[in-house]
């Protein structure tokens, strides 16, 4: 009995490194990435109107889109940490 339990904690233990792993290898630059797209995508919808190119007073829109869509971003990696957080609880409850 206590060899099986040795086992199990030994095989959770395990998998709790290879996620820690994979979250610092892994998923933090694809965030990062993720992130700097997402404003980069924001900044090009948005180009016109920030520069104001026509002259009709549309830089305050533009900016204003760019800060919702940066704000969606946050939100959506928000989302994702909590997973993330969720996950990393219950390998940890495993234990």
Sequence with gaps: MNTILTVILQIS???RTEVNTFLSEYAVP??????IVGVGIGVVMNYDK???????????????????????????????????????SKLKMSL
């Design 13 to 15: 233990g395990g998998l």
């Design 30 to 35: 694809v965030i990062a990435m993720l992130l």
């Design 50 to 88: 920030i520069i104001d190119r026509d002259g009709q007073g549309t830089r305050k829109e533009g900016i204003v889109n760019l800060l919702w869509v940066v704000g969606y971003i946050i939100i959506g990696l928000a989302i994702i940490a909590a997973v993330i957080a969720l996950v990393n």
